[in-house]
């Protein structure tokens, strides 16, 4: 772990993890709750609060201040010294090695790798122990704030290209069109992909994204896999709706309450060995929609339409669904 960030930061271009390790602070990853022992607790007790709160070493404070380190090591040399009813006082170590608070990540990186120490003791400016840092910490911390830089930059990202307010008309509208070659899985997924990253540079919210673009995945491999000679999938955006509509020529669909029914699936055991034909990708679209409507007459074609409303606040469509 160690390792890895250490090997980010030998490397010349900087990475987002990089960058993050220089500017988070210790005190946004550290752990403050520290188990800690005094200088006259015996090693026989140390055993008992190590394996309670299952840690492998703990600072040992007089005043809130650190005074030494005792590790699970130290413990095992003295039990097997028959010293256990010692103090931890004469078995610590007094050169601890501590961070501050107020530190950067990269100075807690900086001291494991030099040390080779598994935790490290941190302090605030007055020198009292506040937390406690680990490998596993950073890494949690890293991941956290990776995460939460990402959703800040989706909100952003909506925010500023969010292409129908700046158009001015009666009725505006897009038109995408897709075309969908049967049989062809090397292709599968090529058109809902494309849609994808086509209504991210619109500025689509986000999560009603990742409802249109499973539906419309679901919706692309059903024209692959059924279909006689593929078909369309066409996107129409307004500013109040995006419709996904999926139109084939054949073969048509005899009952489409079947269809719909969830574990439904007339997909040959070859497809299914490929890993389709569970018999949910319409029940998905259902339920990712918020209008569904399906048209087919056998031996002529189908025709799926789906209906997304671009105005409802994702949060609170999610609220209602939990
Ligand atoms: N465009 C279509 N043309 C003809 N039949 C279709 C079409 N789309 C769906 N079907 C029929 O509806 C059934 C159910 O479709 P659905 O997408 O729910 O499941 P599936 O495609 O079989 O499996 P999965 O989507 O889970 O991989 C299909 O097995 C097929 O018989
Ligand atoms: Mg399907």
Redo the contacts with the bound molecule.
Sequence with gaps: MNGMIMHTIGTHDINHVHELVYELRVSQIMNPDVVSVSPDTTMKRLMEILRDNKISGAPVVTDGKIVGVISIEDLIKSLASQRAEESVERHMTRDVVTVRTDEHVVQAVKLFARYGYGRLPVVDKDGKLSGIVTGSDITKGLLVALDSQFKSEEIRRYRASHVFEDIASDLTSLVLHFQVAPRDFDQGGRASSTLKRTLQRLGVDPALLRRINVSAY?AE???I???TNG?ELRVEISPKELVLV?E?KG???ADIGE??RPG????PDWVRELG????????NIKRYCDRISMV?EPGKG?T?RAVFEMNEREDSRESQKA
Excluded at 276 to 283: E, N, R, S, V
Aim: aromatic letters at 10%; glycine letters at 16%.
């Design positions: 679901e491999m059903n024209l896999i059924h279909t078909g999926a084939d073969p048509g669909i269809a719909f439904y699936s007339t997909a389709f034909g569970a018999g949910m990708g319409l029940c087919s189908t799926l």
